[in-house]
């Protein structure tokens, strides 16, 4: 693992080398949604559903959706639980949970409310569980556009603070030394895959559509202009194979690239405004054998608290127990800073995250060290390497709280960008050029997609 003191933020932006040159377009469409992650997925079906008679592109580096960070991760429903209350991630991850649990049923998608039990092992931690009890239940205020019917039901997070003794009878195999936890009974997992196959789906079949709804993949955006009318962009893409690129008029571009997003919004910024890239990378084992007998819940630790505090520091919610719909177990994430290749280039980004999506046997032993804590009884021979995924932040080690960033920027030179916050969304103006990053879309980010996709198309991009 790397020191974090020689942890240092990556600055790029796409087109920094000066490859490609300015190319006038070859025809236009209406919006542009770049990347093909579960975010993207949810954006470019809003976009079909709510503008039918506009054309939307959707544009992936990768050969298939949902190749990265979207399928590399617990594949959990959250809560809510963890963030401030007037954020953007808990604004999102309530709205969001309520919409994936109502899509998921709608659509046949596999997906189970198994509950979360997080657990403390020492006074100290099961302070921090009183600190998030007292949190959701001063949480009183349901997100925007939630169902009526919802809001009359009470506080949008329930949980229950229980003694060791009952965490036990829920789940036996728990450690003799659990003082307490938090029962979190809306917690669940889904099937990410399906889930983004169905996304994939109800975009480009979209009923009573008039104009095209197109996925394209193993094509990148490599170069953002302004055009010179200042109405809309222009996108140059490239697609995997060929070596001469595609230019695109674009009214509205929506900058999902989730890894590279910040690479796009640092190209029509003056570097001294751009956003950092950081890379933690997140490594899971899976597990069969004893210590984990009849396992219902999700299990998760106290995730660390900086000394003399009772909240997260939000690096990571801590090596857990997640269970996937056919009931095998798997523990992650772990935490492990990457640093940062040593000649970068926006071009060769894509084969840095690759090389390290490798499972590696030397995380066995400190996942080992971290769950035998909450649960004594597993082997660790038993524990074998998964999978791993890399999240896409834009604050490094011991920053604290980062939210969700949804920023526009415009082909307007002159109109100076906005990040919206989780009060307000609509800036007064027309939807054309406008360009919508979405920068750090970590956890909850999955649970979150469809409330995205709602505050983007319906709050963000509105027409009054």
């Known amino acids: 693992m790397s020191a974090l003191g020689a942890i240092r933020p990556l600055r790029l932006a796409i087109n920094q080398n000066k ?47 949902g190749e990265e960070t979207s ?13 401030h209350p007037p954020s953007l991630k808990t604004r999102l991850c309530i709205r969001g949970r309520d919409l994936l649990y109502e899509y998921c049923q709608k659509k046949n998608i596999p997906f189970q409310r198994t509950g979360k039990l997080v657990v403390a092992t020492s006074p100290s931690e099961v302070t921090y569980l009183e600190h998030l009890l007292q949190k959701s239940q001063d949480l009183l205020t349901w997100p925007p556009h939630s169902d009526p019917s919802q809001v009359k039901t009470g506080r949008p997070v329930h949980t229950e603070l229980i003694p060791g003794s009952f965490a036990r009878e829920l789940e036996p195999s728990l450690n003799s030394k659990v003082l307490a936890a938090l029962l979190v009974k809306q917690t669940g997992i889904v099937d990410a895959h399906t889930f983004m196959a169905q996304l994939e789906l109800d975009f480009i079949s979209t009923e009573d559509a008039e104009a095209s709804f197109n996925a394209l993949y193993a094509t990148r955006a490599v170069r953002l202009d302004r055009s010179t009318n200042g109405h809309s962009w222009v996108v140059q893409t490239l697609t995997s194979g060929e070596n001469e690129t595609s230019s695109i008029e674009v009214g509205t571009v929506i900058n999902c690239a989730g890894l590279s997003a910040p690479m796009l919004t640092n190209a029509v910024l003056d570097e001294k405004d751009w956003y950092s890239m950081f890379f933690p ?11 984990i007998e009849d396992v219902k819940h999700l299990i998760y630790p106290c995730p660390p608290q ?3 505090t009772t909240s997260s520091s939000f690096e990571s919610l801590g090596t857990h127990l997640t269970l996937d719909l056919q009931g095998k177990v798997k523990f992650g994430p772990n935490l492990e800073w990457l640093k940062p290749p040593s000649e970068p280039d926006d071009e060769n980004m894509s084969e840095f995250w690759r090389s390290h999506l490798v499972p590696d046997e030397s995380v066995v032993d400190s996942m080992y060290e971290s769950v035998r804590d909450y649960l004594p009884g597993i082997v660790k021979d038993n524990l074998a390497p998964d999978y791993c995924g890399i999240r896409p932040k834009i604050v490094g080690p011991g920053h604290g709280f980062c939210d969700f960033i949804v920023r ?21 103006r027309g939807m054309d050029g406008k360009m919508i990053s979405l920068l750090g879309i970590e956890s909850p980010g999955l649970t979150s997609s469809l409330a995205l996709a709602e505050f983007v198309v319906d709050d963000v991009l509105r027409v009054q």
């Not at 975010?39 to 503008?51: D, H, N």
């Not at 526009?408 to 007064?428: C, F, I, K, M, Q």
């Open 19 to 65: 490859r490609w040159q300015r190319k006038d377009p070859e025809f236009r469409i209406d919006f542009l949604v770049v990347g093909a992650g579960v975010v993207g997925l949810a954006i470019a079906k809003r976009l079909s559903e709510m503008y039918p008679s506009m054309s939307t592109f959707l544009v992936e580096r990768n050969k298939r959706a």
């Open 71 to 83: 399928s590399r991760n617990s594949e959990v429903i959250h809560s809510g639980l963890y963030y």
């Open 281 to 291: 990378k997140g490594s899971y084992t899976s597990y069969k054998g004893p210590g």
């Open 306 to 308: 900086p000394k003399g």
């Open 408 to 428: 526009t920027d415009y082909a307007d030179r002159n109109t100076p960008g906005l990040v919206h916050s989780g009060r307000e969304g609509w800036d007064g």
